[in-house]
């Protein structure tokens, strides 16, 4: 069945560094690929999405490219800031519809 | 709020208790999920409805799991003789369209009931 890989957390930066957050995926067909976040306190929220390959996603700074050679959709931030701290998730969905398939989450911790 | 808005937000159980979960999506949204989220995991898909009807349960994990939509609206979760292993945050979204293909993949989510089984 479809399935979500994420690189585990936590990943600890410092504000202004590079993030990059590491997903890769299987699944039949052309899923649609999603970033969700979730900050502390909560619940989950989009961030960015892509919908066939080569697309990129890209909100709040945050961008992601649909890699199909690679099956990847990595998340990636220039500089990040303290408020970028959270759990962020990477997830399918199969028909471009809302049936969403998750990773585990990969915990972001920015210090300052 | 004008969000999805989940009771209670912390459970406590006893082990063979039976608990409900209380989810009241968005007003108007069509489609509604529940998920379970064990510590540290990302969210699983337990079940979805389209309006009143159940139109996928493929994710529950056994027949002590149940849940309902009567009117299209509120939904709650039940879990019968809980289980340890039951522990976990359960997660409720809905969206305004349908599952199938119609959808944009933004699920909407309350911040979930954590349910402790000792």
């Known amino acids: 069945g479809d399935s979500v890989t994420q690189m585990e957390g936590p990943v600890t930066l410092s504000e202004e560094a590079f993030l990059t957050i590491n997903c890769t995926y299987t699944a039949t067909g052309y899923p649609s690929l999603f970033w969700y976040v979730q900050y502390p306190g909560e619940g989950l929220q989009l961030l960015l999405k892509?919908?066939?390959?080569?697309d990129k996603g890209s909100n709040k700074g945050f961008e992601a490219t649909y890699r199909k050679e690679t099956t990847s959709f990595h998340l990636e931030k220039g500089s990040v800031q303290v408020s970028d701290s959270a759990v962020y998730f990477c997830?399918?969905?199969?028909?471009?519809?809302?049936?969403?398939?998750f990773g585990g989450g990969t915990r972001l911790m920015v210090k300052p | 709020g004008a969000g999805v808005s989940q009771s209670p937000r912390y459970k406590v159980a006893k082990r063979g208790q039976d608990v409900a979960l209380r989810c009241d999506p968005i007003s108007g949204h069509v489609s509604l999920f529940w998920y379970q989220q064990a510590l540290g995991q990302g969210p699983e898909f337990l079940t979805y409805f389209q309006n009143e009807a159940q139109l996928d349960k493929s994710g529950l994990p056994s027949d002590r799991f149940f849940a309902e939509r009567p009117e299209g609206s509120v939904s709650t979760l039940k879990i019968q003789r809980t289980q340890q292993e039951d522990s976990a945050v359960y997660l409720c979204?809905?969206?305004?369209?349908?599952?199938?293909?119609?959808?944009?993949?933004?699920?909407?989510f309350g911040e979930g009931s954590r349910l402790t089984v000792l």
């Open positions: 892509a919908t066939k390959a080569d």
């Open positions: 997830a399918l969905s199969p028909d471009a519809g809302n049936m969403l398939t």
């Open positions: 979204a809905s969206t305004p369209t349908g599952g199938g293909g119609a959808g944009t993949g933004e699920l909407f």
